[in-house]
Each structure stands twice: as C-alpha cells, then as structure tokens.
C-alpha cells in the first residue's frame, strides 16, 4: 500500500485525469478545490454520508466514527450533496484527523475553521467555507458506504488524489492500469518539455511525439 502512495504522489491529478479518461473512467471532480495553500494528498478512501437532521437522530457525532477507523495513507471523502449553506467539517475534528496521521479530507459541500485548519496544517479541499454549524441541521449518515462526490462515486478503499488543479478518484480495481498510463503521459510530457528546452519548435515536438493523439495510442 505504502509503494502505490509514493507512485501515485509523483504525479498530478492532471496526468492521472488523462489516464482515467483514455480507460472512459470518470476523470475528475469538477469544484472542489484546496481550501487554502495545503498539501498534494494521495489515500484511500474513508466515506462519510451526509444527510439533512430530522426526527430520526444520528448515532454518532459527525466525523468521529471515520476519524477512529482512519489512519495513515487514508483520506477522507465526504458526501454532503454539494451543500454551501452549512459546514460539515471544522476544528475540532481537523485536530482529531491531524492527529490519527489521516492525510486530508475531501468535501462535497462547505466547512468552517479555515483560521485554525490553516495553523495546525491539515489539508482540506472543499466547494465553499462558511462559519455556520452543522448542529440541527445537517448529520451523519453511514460511514464507509457507497457515496457520490461531485457526481463521481466513491467507496470504501478508492484511491483519492488531490493537489492544486483538483480532485481525482481511482476505483479500487484499476489502481495499477490507471498508473501504467497515467505515468507514460508524465515521461512522454517531461521529453517533450526537454526537447522545447534544446531549442526545437513546439510544432515538431508535437509531430513527434503525437500528443493530440495520446489518448488513441
């Protein structure tokens, strides 16, 4: 596990987009961003499920059964339907996670802390901050089920790639077919770049190396 982390980190979510596309895999979430200047996360999936607070009460705070079953190389994803109108995610459990050595955590929807989450370093991508509470309004689901986020599903094990251009999802199953590409389009990129460095034209690198045409090879 700890090899297919240190693989995937020395790639972007753009090459592993490329490579998720040319397999018709879902190739990206689309708004989801870094919430401020954090690190590249690279883990597998821990799931949250998100639902509205209602008659029917939660069995367990929001966060806390999936931060005491994470740990290192895991990431969490939460699945919050894209909600900005209330936070999911905050200080204390940005602490909490900080402290398991979870790598970060991906929000489909809004969190709040941004102040402290920045000082203590923990990585967060998310849609929106807002400093509205999740009490009464929104709560804990399931955890570890099959969930959506930004349209794409994710489960339990996934592996989850986030740097500054996004967000990228790798089903289980593909994780070595999805490597295999997506690191033939780094090196093929990084030849190109070093040949446009010796002085040659963009044009006969492109011929050359067919790059219009890297998804039909």
């Given at each position: 596990m700890e090899g297919i982390i240190e693989k995937f980190k020395k790639l972007s979510t753009c090459n592993i987009s490329d490579a998720l596309d040319k397999l018709k895999l879902k190739s990206g979430i689309i708004g989801i961003?870094?919430?401020?200047?954090?690190?590249?996360?690279?883990?597998?999936?821990?799931?949250?499920?998100?639902?509205?607070?209602?008659?029917?009460?939660?069995?367990?705070h929001?966060?806390?059964?999936?931060?005491?079953?994470?740990?290192?190389?895991?990431?969490?994803?939460?699945?919050?339907?894209?909600?900005?109108?209330?936070?999911?995610?905050?200080?204390?459990?940005?602490?909490a996670a900080k402290l398991k050595g979870i790598e970060g955590i991906v929000i489909d929807g809004a969190f709040r802390d941004l102040d402290v989450i920045k000082k203590i370093g923990f990585p967060v991508y998310a849609r929106s901050v807002v400093p509205i509470t999740a009490r009464g309004r929104i709560m804990q689901e399931s955890v570890n089920s099959l969930i959506q986020c930004g349209g794409v599903?994710?489960?339990?094990?996934?592996?989850?790639?986030?740097?500054?251009?996004?967000?990228?999802?790798?089903?289980?199953?593909?994780?070595?077919?999805?490597?295999?590409?997506?690191?033939?389009?780094?090196?093929?990129?990084?030849?190109?770049?070093?040949?446009?460095?010796?002085?040659?034209?963009?044009?006969?690198?492109?011929?050359?190396?067919?790059?219009?045409?890297?998804?039909?090879?």
């Open positions: 961003r870094p919430a401020y200047d954090c690190k590249k996360i690279v883990g597998f999936a821990v799931t949250i499920k998100v639902t509205a607070a209602g008659e029917t009460k939660s069995k367990s929001l966060g806390v059964d999936a931060i005491d079953i994470a740990g290192k190389n895991d990431v969490l994803v939460v699945d919050n339907g894209g909600r900005k109108d209330v936070s999911c995610w905050g200080e204390i459990l940005s602490n599903q994710v489960r339990s094990k996934d592996l989850v790639i986030a740097d500054e251009n996004g967000v990228v999802i790798v089903p289980k199953e593909r994780i070595d077919e999805v490597y295999k590409i997506a690191i033939e389009f780094y090196k093929k990129e990084n030849k190109m770049i070093e040949e446009l460095k010796k002085g040659r034209s963009i044009t006969d690198v492109d011929k050359e190396y067919k790059y219009e045409k890297m998804m039909e090879d």
